[in-house]
C-alpha cells in the first residue's frame, strides 16, 4: 500500500483558502487519493477523491500533480468549523480497505 | 441519510471481560471496519470483512476477533478485556470497488478498568 506523507500541523486565517499537502510518491497507476476529516470526538468524514485529473465539489478542490506524486486539498474559504485533523489516504490494493496516516492538524483561527 | 450505527457510546468493562462492540450499517456496502484511534497513533486498522462470513486481519488484530453473520452488522470481540485496550474504536462501511468513499460511525469510547 502506498503511504502518504504530510504536514503535523497548519495554520490558516479565517476567510482564507487553506491548502494542504500530501505527498504520495509511490502511489500505483489504478490507486485513488482520498481526502477525510475529523472534527474533534466525532468519526472521519469523507471529503473528495479523484485519480488523475483535479476534482472539485461543494466542500473543497483537490489538485494531484501530473505525476500524481502529490497532492493539495483546498479549503476555499476557511471557517472555524473547518478546524479539524485531514488526513491524505491512498487506496488500498485489496478491496476497499483505507489505512490512515497521522494526518495533518488544521486550525483556523478568526 | 446513510447511517453506521454503534451500539454504545461510552464503555466501562472489567479486565478479563469479554467485550462485544456492535456495528450496523443500512446501506447495504460490502466492505465493513473495525478500527482504534489512540493519542499520537492515530486511527489503526484492527479488522476488515469484505462480505458476509469473510475477514482479513489489519495492522493490530492480537487480542480482537471479529464476526459477520448479517452483511449489516459487523462485530469486534474483546476475548479478555485489558487495559492497553482502552481506546476509541471506529466502524466503518463502504461498497465494494476503487472508487468508493467509507462511512464512518461515531465511535465507541471503551475504558477496561
Redesign the interface.
Known sequence: DAKTTQPTSMDCAEGRAANLPCNHSTISGNEYVYWYRQIHSQGPQYIIHGLKNNETNEMASLIITEDRKSSTLILPHATLRDTAVYYCIVKANQGGKLIFGQGTELSVKP | DVK?TQSSRYLVKRTGEKVFLECVQDMDH??M?W?RQDPGL????IY?S?DVKMK?K??IPEGYSVSREKKERFSLILESASTNQTSMY?C?S??????????????TRLTVV
Open positions: 453506521v460490502e466492505n471496519f478500527y492515530g486511527l489503526r486498522l476488515f469484505y482479513e489489519g495492522d471506529l466503518a463502504s461498497s465494494e470497488g476503487w472508487n468508493t468513499e467509507a462511512f464512518f460511525g461515531q465511535g
